[in-house]
Structure formats: structure tokens, C-alpha cells
């Protein structure tokens, strides 16, 4: 697969990186510098401040929201691989970018059409929230979420 399958796409990128620039230039970066700046950082760390700059309460919900802060908590709590899930399920990317946080902008709506689990819009960094009461039931919602998420489900919400 590695071989034949994307043999043409990795020619392509090739290719195209040439016409910026020579590719002997990238000997000055190591294996991690350009994996980090070409798929952003494996490690994701983030602060409160910097998750209430960048995650928007909309369509009624607030930052004083309950459902708002505890995911703010929920968040701030998760290890690395539940963040990376987190990121998957909402944004198609389970890194962040090398800018941070900032370049993504997540949307966090109320879900409004039933059922007991968050949804995602990928395409434009939307959460949207059931009106969770715990921090036990946002984190059980969350988690049923992310696991169906390679599945396919709980994506592309219709609202």
C-alpha cells in the first residue's frame, strides 16, 4: 500500500515542494521539526486562558454557560490521547497546529435536535453540546462520542 498506493501523491508533493524551493534546504530540520510543521504537534497542551480565547459559546450558550464550563474543565483535564480525540471528533485532525489552539476557533452550540451525545461539523470547527448537568455525564457524552467517531457517527450535524 505504501509502495503503490500513494507513490503518485508523494511524487506530487515532491514535486511541488521543488518549485518553492530546493529540497536540499530541509537538511536543516530534523525528522520532528518537519513533522511538526507540516502536521502540527503531537503533544497538546493548553491552558484555560487559552481554551476560553478559542472556544466560542454560541446559539445561547455563554462563557458563564454550565455546559460551557465544564468543558472548559473537561478539557483541561484530559490527558494527551483524549485531546487528540477531542480534536479529531471536532475539527478531522487529531493534532494542533503548530500556531496552537488559535488557528483553529471551535464553535460550542447547543445540540438542539435530541439525543444524549455531543455532534461535531468538521468542516467548521462546531461542537455542539447537549445541556449536560455533571461533569460525569459531559464526560460520559464526550467519550461515547469519540468512540464513534471512526465509525463515521455522530459527525456532520444537520442544523
Given at each position: 500500500?505504501?509502495?503503490?498506493?500513494?507513490?503518485?501523491?508523494?511524487?506530487?508533493?515532491?514535486?511541488?515542494?521543488?518549485?518553492?524551493?530546493?529540497?536540499?534546504?530541509?537538511?536543516?530540520?530534523?525528522?520532528?521539526?518537519?513533522?511538526?510543521?507540516?502536521?502540527?504537534?503531537?503533544?497538546?497542551?493548553?491552558?484555560?486562558?487559552?481554551?476560553?480565547?478559542?472556544?466560542?459559546?454560541?446559539?445561547?450558550?455563554?462563557?458563564?454557560?454550565?455546559?460551557?464550563?465544564?468543558?472548559?474543565?473537561?478539557?483541561?483535564?484530559m490527558g494527551n490521547d483524549s485531546r487528540a480525540?477531542?480534536?479529531?471528533?471536532?475539527?478531522?485532525?487529531?493534532?494542533?497546529?503548530?500556531?496552537g489552539l488559535s488557528m483553529l476557533e471551535i464553535?460550542?452550540?447547543?445540540?438542539?435536535?435530541?439525543?444524549?451525545?455531543?455532534?461535531?461539523?468538521?468542516?467548521?470547527?462546531?461542537?455542539?453540546?447537549?445541556?449536560?448537568?455533571?461533569?460525569?455525564?459531559?464526560?460520559?457524552?464526550?467519550?461515547?462520542?469519540?468512540?464513534?467517531?471512526?465509525?463515521?457517527g455522530l459527525h456532520e450535524h444537520a442544523g
Open positions: 500500500w505504501l509502495a503503490d498506493g500513494v507513490l503518485a501523491q508523494a511524487a506530487a508533493f515532491r514535486e511541488g515542494l521543488e518549485e518553492v524551493f530546493p529540497l536540499e534546504a530541509l537538511s536543516l530540520f530534523t525528522l520532528s521539526e518537519l513533522q511538526t510543521v507540516l502536521c502540527g504537534t503531537m503533544s497538546i497542551e493548553w491552558t484555560e486562558a487559552e481554551l476560553q480565547r478559542h472556544l466560542h459559546p454560541s446559539g445561547g450558550y455563554t462563557k458563564h454557560s454550565k455546559v460551557y464550563q465544564l468543558l472548559i474543565d473537561e478539557l483541561q483535564q480525540k477531542f480534536l479529531n471528533f471536532v475539527t478531522a485532525c487529531p493534532h494542533l497546529p503548530p500556531v464553535e460550542v452550540l447547543p445540540q438542539h435536535v435530541g439525543g444524549a451525545f455531543p455532534t461535531a461539523q468538521t468542516c467548521g470547527n462546531k461542537l455542539y453540546l447537549p445541556e449536560y448537568d455533571t461533569a460525569e455525564d459531559l464526560r460520559s457524552g464526550l467519550s461515547e462520542a469519540f468512540a464513534n467517531t471512526e465509525a463515521g
